[in-house]
């Protein structure tokens, strides 16, 4: 199974619009990647278009604390 790759920059334009149903979506597809047997890794696009890949998740668990992290500040 292929890796689901995140990309946090997109994650950080929907904090900063407060999408949830957005970020909900995102967090769905990669629930689905894990339980699958997939990883989840989050990038970060560099302007020069290089992706650099700086964590990965392989448990439910830890893609959960991400999440946390992530929908922390937003108005659910």
Same mark, same amino acid.
Do not use: C
């Given at each position: 199974?292929?890796?689901?790759? &995140?990309?946090?920059?997109? &994650?950080?334009? @929907?904090?900063? &619009?407060?999408?949830?149903?957005? @970020?909900?979506?995102?967090?769905?597809?990669?629930?689905?990647?894990?339980?699958?047997?997939?990883?989840?890794? @989050?990038?970060?696009?560099?302007?020069?278009?290089?992706?650099?890949?700086?964590?990965?998740?392989?448990? @439910?668990?830890?893609?959960?604390?991400?999440?946390?992290?992530?929908?922390?500040?937003?108005?659910?």
């Amino acid at each position: 199974m292929e890796d689901y790759i &995140i990309n946090v920059g997109q &994650i950080e334009d @929907l904090q900063m &619009i407060n999408d949830i149903a957005g @970020l909900d979506t995102i967090f769905q597809r990669a629930k689905r990647i894990l339980v699958g047997g997939g990883i989840v890794a @989050l990038e970060r696009q560099q302007r020069g278009g290089q992706a650099d890949r700086f964590e990965s998740f392989s448990t @439910l668990e830890d893609l959960e604390v991400y999440r946390k992290n992530v929908y922390k500040y937003l108005s659910v």
